[in-house]
């Protein structure tokens, strides 16, 4: 299991490597200066120079790179060009905001998703398991932005009940009220796909011979239903529910800039706009992590579930 778990944890370095260089050059290559972002537009040709030459901007793109990624196993992410603040503190104090939203979007698609899988699943071709088909293409369909962009547009600005952006953390029913509507545009696809892969599991075990042999004994359908159904069905799911997970951590970008919720996507696209390089290199770095890591919670759960993997990773 140790093993299996070290040998996962150094898989991490080459993506992160592949990912950080990518990003790092299409960053340098883009349109502006950042010395003028710290320095701003009247700064004297001279002040410029002697900046860069800091900064290190004056030596090839691949030696930039290098000294970067040398300093980031180091565990310095540098200083962000735009406000002059050590990267990882900002992207830590960012962390929880993204994770606020991310797990009340997983929640609401484990609450939803789950009873209407299992439901279109014993009702297989029914009106429901239609009506859940169609709800899933359109959430699958719908990006995140334009179901922000719908919602504000209907419970903001029509209807006038939700706040439309920002995080009010003056107290907790401020801070939910304005989490709900966030929490339902980056719910939208892990919703469908979660509740369209509960429905697929559960067929799949809905007519073996353990199934009739439990209801040949008296138990209830709830009964068999959670304890045999479900319960055989869940390894799928917990695939599914992993990725999202991370998924939403990751990809809150687009929900975060319509509703201005002060995360690390939002923070990502700040710094995109402001060629802010220390501080995208150290948010892409931090959720490449975070993303790693929760792929590797998925797969050491399903020894929990599975006994079978569980002998697997015995011998890894």
């Known amino acids: 299991m140790w093993r299996y ?3 996962r944890l150094l898989m991490i370095i080459p993506v992160l490597v592949g990912v950080t260089f990518v990003v790092y050059m299409i960053l340098s290559v883009a349109h502006g200066d950042p010395v003028q972002t710290i320095l701003g537009d009247k700064a004297t040709e001279e002040a410029q120079e002697q900046l860069r030459a800091e900064l290190g901007l004056d030596r090839p793109l691949i030696v930039q790179y290098g000294n970067y990624i040398w300093d980031a196993l180091h565990g310095d992410f540098g200083t962000s060009y735009k406000n002059q603040v050590d990267v990882m503190d900002q992207v830590l104090d960012r962390f929880p905001n993204t994770l606020l939203i991310a797990a009340g979007a997983i929640l609401l ?4 998703g789950i009873p209407v899988g299992i439901i279109s699943a014993k009702k297989q071709y029914s009106f429901i398991d239609n009506a859940s088909m169609v709800g899933a293409l359109f959430g699958v369909s719908m990006p995140a932005f334009w179901m922000g962009l719908l919602l504000v547009i209907v419970f903001s600005l029509k209807l006038r009940l939700l706040p439309s952006s920002g995080m009010n953390s003056e107290s907790l029913g401020l801070l939910l009220k304005s989490m709900i509507l966030p929490v339902i545009a980056l719910s939208t696809y892990s919703l469908a796909m979660i509740a369209r892969m509960t429905r697929s599991s559960m067929l799949e075990v809905i007519r073996q011979d353990y199934i009739s042999t439990a209801r040949s004994k008296g138990i209830t359908e709830g009964q068999v239903t ?6 055989n069905a869940l390894i799928p ?3 599914a529910v992993g990725l999202q997970f991370g998924t939403l951590v990751g990809g809150s970008i687009m929900t975060e800039t319509v509703f201005s919720w002060p995360g690390i996507g939002r923070l990502i696209v700040e710094s995109i706009k402001s060629r802010d390089i220390p501080m995208v290199m150290g948010s892409v770095i931090f959720l ?7 792929n590797l919670l998925v797969d050491l759960l399903y020894a929990f579930v599975d006994p079978q993997i569980k002998s697997q990773y015995k011998g890894k």
């Open 237 to 239: 799911i917990i695939t």
């Open 5 to 7: 778990i070290l040998k």
């Open 288 to 294: 490449c992590v975070i993303f790693s890591m929760v």
């Open 226 to 231: 959670v304890r045999h159904m479900l319960r």
């Open 109 to 112: 698609s484990l609450v939803l």
